[in-house]
């Protein structure tokens, strides 16, 4: 008979921030970020969460009217599951992602009226869908690991913020996303005109690393609005247009948190969305003596 012992648990966050100003058109700003997360449901069972992010960015200003912050850096995620019910089938499961980025961002003020913004951004996806190892000499479990994924995202955009009078302000941007998944990759192929299933499979397509293996693209685009009512209140509105080429994939049939995230590939496209918004917006002015 198991004896019940008390679950643990652990959390911890660190995060930091480090600013240098060169001089009057130069600062350097490095921001760090580290997380570790571990619980227990029983005491055999052990799930832990990571997250790192850094980024270093140097920020420049041109003159009076135009400014520049070019960034480049990482975010990452580990999730780990360990399971030690039993020595024959103890087990340590873990999945990780990886985002690397570079970003150019210009903010160019023209007249009293406009300001643009505009510049590109990549993201470099390097993505481990879960591999399963045994844990402990005495452990059984078959080592397994599903193929390692990665794609590259780049967006070109535009945006700017028109104040069209003293109670009018509008804001609207475009952007331009291109994506593209790489090997190394073996894909199945299907039977022209059936269904993608496992009956339907005819052969199978590899693909070299760096290989391109699909390619999507399109636009995005953001228009907003505030109108002034008073000093204190004012009308917001807006509608934007979403391409997500990284999809969240969640087993809602147990209670332990197994979220795992899934590329856009030859066979899923990337999600699509539309967002519209409406508000009412009040300051509450606060007297003090």
């Known amino acids: 008979m198991r004896t019940w012992e008390p679950a643990g648990h652990f959390f911890a966050d660190f995060n930091g ?3 240098h100003q060169l001089n009057e058109k130069n600062i350097l700003r490095l921001t760090g970020y580290y997380s570790q997360d571990e619980f227990q449901f029983d005491p055999d069972t052990v799930y832990s969460y990571s997250n790192q992010n850094y980024a270093l960015s140097w920020t420049h200003y041109f003159n009076d009217q135009v400014e520049a912050t070019f960034s480049v850096g990482q975010d990452a995620y580990d999730f780990q599951v360990q399971g030690e019910d039993n020595p024959l089938n103890s087990y340590r499961y873990n999945f990780d992602i990886r985002q690397r980025f ?7 003020e023209k007249g009293d009226k406009h300001i643009f913004s505009y510049g590109v951004h990549s993201i470099w996806y390097d993505l481990n869908p879960g591999e399963i190892a045994p844990f402990g000499a005495e452990s059984i479990v078959i080592p397994d690991k599903v193929a390692s994924e990665r794609a590259l995202e780049t967006s070109l955009f535009f945006g700017d913020e028109f104040e069209v009078n003293d109670q009018l302000t509008v804001s609207g941007g475009l952007r331009y996303n291109l994506y593209g998944y790489f090997g190394p990759q073996t894909l199945p192929v299907y039977a022209s005109g059936e269904p993608n299933l496992p009956q339907n499979i005819t052969g199978e397509q590899n693909f070299n690393s760096g290989e391109l293996v699909k390619t999507y693209h399109g636009p995005e685009f953001r228009l907003s609005g505030r109108y002034a009512l008073t000093n204190w209140s004012s009308i917001k509105a807006g509608v934007n247009t979403m391409r997500q080429n990284i999809h969240l994939l969640s087993n809602s049939s147990v ?3 197994t979220d795992t995230w899934k590329l856009s590939d030859a066979f899923i496209a990337p999600q699509r969305g539309i967002q519209y918004a409406l508000g009412y ?6 007297q003090y003596d």
């Open 17 to 19: 921030t480090i600013e």
């Open 281 to 286: 917006f009040q300051n509450l002015k606060k």
């Open 102 to 108: 570079i970003k150019a961002q210009f903010r160019q």
């Open 255 to 257: 209670i332990t948190p």
